[in-house]
Antibody
Framework: EVQLVDSGGGLVQPGGSLRLSCAASGFIFTNYWMTWVRQAPGKGLQWVANIKQDGSEKYYVDSVKGRFTISRDNDKNSLYLQMNSLTAEDTAMYYC??????????????WGQGTLVTVSS | DIQMTQSPSSLSASVGDRVTITCRASQSISDHLNWYQQKQGKAPKPLIYDASTLQSGVPSRFSGGGSGTDFTLTISSLQPEDFATYHCQQSYTAPYSFGQGTKVESK
């Protein structure tokens, strides 16, 4: 079964750091770009970052550039999101997703269950 | 950045109704448009990509259309399991923005 399992969320103080993880199984991890998408409480979805199969290309939404780092460990079939200098605006459910590239760009065809990050003092 | 606007933000419908949701892009995105379904407390699920191609396993009552700046998601005959929030997403250029979502509720 193709599956993504998100973990690592929790309560963190403003200015703090957190590292999210996503464990992949049931597919050849090294064949796919991966992505993080977040959803603030009661809000819509927001794409956060993408990473290429070998980690050589990474892209971020402007609001997290310089604070968040996406990475992957292909030996462990795992995706990560290192989040630093967190603010209340980063409070959200974070989902990892598998990227399927169509002729028209990226499409997120498999999603993790999400992990909740709450930034509060 | 490309802004995506969905309408309506919510709608009430009955089982068997035909439902249409609209998504508008702030600039032309050709047919680089995807749709996702999200049920309360769950992760989104892919529905349609490239504006009109159904994800494997998605019932044929779902259809997508449009190109350029205006797109639609149509459910031809609403079923009980279709009550959910629907999100559009542009895949034309990063950042890959989503609409704010349309919640389909039971009338």
């Amino acid at each position: 079964e193709v599956q993504l399992v998100d973990s690592g969320g929790g309560l963190v103080q403003p200015g703090g750091s957190l590292r999210l993880s996503c464990a992949a199984s049931g597919f050849i991890f090294t064949n796919y770009w991966m992505t993080w998408v977040r959803q603030a409480p009661g809000k819509g979805l927001q794409w956060v970052a993408n990473i290429k199969q070998d980690g050589s290309e990474k892209y971020y939404v402007d609001s997290v550039k310089g604070r968040f780092t996406i990475s992957r460990d292909n030996d462990k079939n795992s995706l990560y999101l290192q989040m630093n200098s967190l603010t209340a605006e980063d409070t959200a459910m974070y989902y990892c997703a598998r990227v399927k590239w169509t002729s028209n760009g990226p499409y997120f065809d498999v999603w993790g269950q999400g992990t909740l990050v709450t930034v509060s003092s | 950045d490309i802004q995506m606007t969905q309408s309506p933000s919510s709608l009430s419908a009955s089982v068997g109704d035909r439902v249409t949701i609209t998504c508008r892009a702030s600039q032309s995105i050709s047919d680089h448009l995807n749709w996702y379904q999200q049920k309360q407390g769950k992760a989104p699920k892919p529905l349609i990509y490239d504006a009109s191609t159904l994800q494997s396993g998605v019932p044929s009552r779902f259809s997508g259309g449009g190109s350029g700046t205006d797109f639609t998601l149509t459910i031809s005959s609403l079923q009980p399991e279709d009550f959910a929030t629907y999100h559009c997403q542009q895949s034309y250029t990063a950042p890959y923005s989503f609409g704010q979502g349309t919640k389909v509720e039971s009338k």
